[in-house]
């Protein structure tokens, strides 16, 4: 269960720092309430995950998928480059985060 709630902790850091765009500076109502939203509920469930994992691998699990998510979603959104060499360390940050999954208790 706790790997369901980082899991789910980390695609909503990837909402809110993709919301953190719409919002214009904070000056749009609806897509600012989103995205405080989403962070709030984002740390919520890194919380959560935190009470069985070790907060090292749950931070950087949160923190890669949050990564991950955001430089994928700036190529499909928001048009930002998809050179080899970026999409290379994508692929090697996917590595590590399942590394750190397949060796934590």
Same mark, same amino acid.
């Given at each position: 269960m706790s790997w369901l709630a980082l899991l789910l902790a980390g695609l909503l850091e990837v909402?809110?720092? !993709?919301? *953190?765009?719409? $919002?214009?500076?904070? #000056?749009? +109502?609806?897509?600012?309430a989103l995205t405080v939203g989403?962070?709030?509920?984002? !740390?919520? *469930?890194?919380? $959560?995950?935190?009470? #069985?994992? +070790?907060?090292?691998t749950a931070y950087a699990v949160w923190v890669g998928i949050g990564a991950f998510g955001a430089a994928i979603a700036g190529i499909l959104l928001f048009g930002e480059?998809?050179?080899?060499a970026r999409l290379?360390?994508?692929?090697?940050?996917?590595?590590?985060?399942?590394?750190?999954?397949?060796?934590?208790?």
């Open positions: 909402c809110w720092a !993709i919301g *953190l765009k719409y $919002t214009h500076g904070f #000056t749009r +109502p609806l897509p600012t989403a962070i709030i509920t984002s !740390i919520a *469930l890194l919380e $959560t995950a935190s009470r #069985t994992l +070790p907060i090292g480059p998809a050179t080899a290379g360390f994508l692929a090697l940050l996917v590595v590590s985060i399942l590394g750190l999954k397949l060796a934590s208790p």
